[in-house]
């Protein structure tokens, strides 16, 4: 358990880092994000949403940045990468009765400075095999002008 602690504590750790902070960043409260920001992830989201639905993996990563450095944390390991976390969700969720379809809810979205958001949801998998459900928060980062996941914690 204590190394699940630390390995938490170490992504947003990595997480914070990456994100672009100024001095003025620090003496913000941490807020809702932009209209147009929410926005924008919020049909990225239901986009991704769609892709799941149809299993079309590819289609859903498109929110995540293209990146070795993207993170995907579940509850057993941590994966590096958007190549690695497509491959363990084709693994993962071989047919469509895995699959099932995806429902979202969001509960909160904070600016954490001004080129990245946290999202914290909830999702529900209904499945032929047993619907399943649980918490994320997601860290969106603006990238040359886009806005792309860093982080996924599932």
Known sequence: MRYLQ????????????SCQCNEQDHNKVISEPPKEVKENILVQMEASRHCWN????EG???VYWKSDSMLFMGINKVTNGWEQTLK??????PDAAAIGELKYTFEHFNMLA???VL???KYHLTRE???????????????????????DHT
């Open 119 to 121: 999202l914290i949801g």
């Open 54 to 57: 149809k299993g079309d993996f």
């Open 6 to 17: 630390k390995l938490f504590l170490l992504s947003f750790v990595i997480v914070f880092s």
């Open 60 to 62: 859903y990563m498109q």
């Open 129 to 151: 095999i047993g619907d399943a459900d649980g918490y994320f928060s997601l860290v969106w980062k603006n990238i040359d002008g886009e806005w792309k996941i860093i982080l």
């Open 114 to 116: 001004d080129d990245c």
């Open 88 to 93: 363990n969700y084709k693994k993962g969720y």
